[in-house]
């Protein structure tokens, strides 16, 4: 059990909010599960267009 989840704060926190610390976890864990798949496919993921793969438009 991590330290902030002993104070009542956090549980405070947590009712008014949600567990933002478990959601980004959840979001991290997806990003990393669809970079794998990316990583072993070559391919953008579904729904990507190929343009939105290259972070900086490229030159002329």
């Known amino acids: ?3 902030w989840q002993e104070a009542p704060i956090y549980d405070r926190l947590v009712t008014e ?3 933002v ?3 980004v976890r959840r979001e991290a864990e997806h990003a990393l599960r669809t ?3 990316v990583m ?3 391919l953008p993921p579904i729904g990507m267009h190929p343009q939105q793969t290259q972070p ?3 030159g002329p």
């Open 17 to 19: 909010r949600g567990d």
């Open 1 to 3: 059990m991590a330290v």
């Open 35 to 37: 970079l794998e798949q």
């Open 56 to 58: 900086y438009p490229t």
């Open 40 to 42: 072993r496919s070559g």
């Open 21 to 23: 610390p478990a959601q």
